[in-house]
């Protein structure tokens, strides 16, 4: 298991500027334990509360960019609908995330081989058009997103020695 190490002053300081900051502490320091790689190897040395934050970390910033196309379509749709993610969410607390994940991936079963194929920008663009199955769910992410990063964010603060070691 690779250790991974926060500075309690950088965690207080990114506390006081608020749940996004808090959370980016963990995040930035699980990514340079990995040297910045997500993948098998290197998610053989993370425990499952690690993986699963780096988890809503990419579902989080690729749906409020481009929704859950632009997650599928840049290739995390298998990290997130093939993985206990959604059972992780409501184990943490997130049970309508959870819900939304869950009810999200019979469209990721259906779609993902288009979506995920290579396309021009302007066929990645008609995918909006053509799936309007998805709109629902960035929608529900979109308007829930502060309260699912603030559940988040209680439970990583409840459970900090799961996410790493807190250095004086």
Same mark, same amino acid.
């Given at each position: ?16 500027? !608020? ?7 963990? #995040?930035?320091?699980i990514? /340079? ?6 993948? =098998? ?6 425990n =499952?509360?690690?993986?699963?934050l780096?988890?809503? /970390?990419?579902l989080?910033?690729? #749906? ?8 599928? $379509? ?10 206990? @993610?959604?059972?992780?969410?409501? %184990?943490?607390?997130? =049970? ?12 990721? !079963? ?5 979506? %995920? ?6 066929e990645?663009?008609?995918?909006? %058009?053509?799936?309007?199955? @998805? ?5 529900? @992410? #979109?308007? /829930?997103e502060?309260?699912f990063?603030?559940?988040?964010? $209680?439970? #990583? ?5 799961? @996410?790493a070691?807190?250095?004086?």
């Amino acid at each position: 298991m690779i250790e991974v190490k926060v500075k309690d002053e950088l965690l207080q300081s990114a506390a006081q500027k !608020g749940m996004d900051e808090f959370l980016s502490v963990f #995040v930035d320091a699980i990514n /340079n334990a990995i040297g910045g790689q997500l993948n =098998a190897e290197t998610m053989a040395e993370l425990n =499952a509360d690690q993986i699963t934050l780096l988890a809503y /970390n990419i579902l989080r910033d690729e #749906v409020m960019d481009g929704g859950f196309v632009q997650l599928i $379509y840049n290739g995390y749709g298998a990290f997130i609908f093939k993985n206990p @993610f959604a059972r992780a969410m409501k %184990e943490w607390g997130l =049970a309508d995330l959870g819900k939304l994940i869950s009810k999200c991936h019979k469209y990721y !079963g259906k779609y993902h081989d288009m979506i %995920e194929r290579e396309q021009t920008d302007e066929e990645f663009m008609a995918l909006y %058009e053509q799936m309007p199955e @998805f709109d629902d769910f960035d929608d529900e @992410f #979109v308007l /829930n997103e502060e309260t699912f990063t603030t559940q988040i964010a $209680y439970y #990583v603060d409840e459970h900090i020695e799961r @996410f790493a070691t807190i250095e004086k």
